[in-house]
């Protein structure tokens, strides 16, 4: 059975290419537009994995790690910040509120496809 990832982004561009660069690894991909679309979809059908921009409308990828870690399901979940911000104090935040890797947009496919190797598989 394949591995469910949720790509939050606000882009559709970005979630449409983290969709089909996923899929075409074998994952099954959900997407939400924010960090609010994405706890609706989070309570009902938690994934294996998420991946979450930084700068979103609504709520932003950092609030939505902190509810993530705070629920019972999202302990343990691997989260990626996918992002272009690129500053050590931003990193440090994301790290804080829990998530398990950082990658900075624009990335390459395989770039993102290794680092879930890494921290899903």
Not at 1 to 29: N, P, Y
Not at 51 to 58: G, K, Y
Not at 61 to 82: H, N
């Amino acid at each position: 059975m394949a591995k469910k990832i949720m790509a939050v982004d606000d882009s559709a561009t970005i979630r449409q290419v983290l969709s089909f660069t996923l899929q075409g690894a074998g994952f099954e991909v959900t997407e939400a537009e924010d960090g609010q679309d994405a706890l609706e979809k989070l309570v009902s059908d938690p994934p294996d994995m998420l991946i979450t921009d930084l700068n979103m409308p609504r709520m932003d990828g950092i609030q939505l790690i902190k509810e993530v870690r705070q629920s019972s399901w999202g302990k343990f979940i691997p989260i990626l910040m996918l992002t272009t911000e690129s500053q050590e104090a931003k990193k440090q935040e994301g790290k804080a509120a829990g998530a398990s890797a950082w990658l900075v947009k624009p990335f390459k496919p395989e770039q993102l496809l290794a680092i879930i190797n890494v921290v899903l598989l």
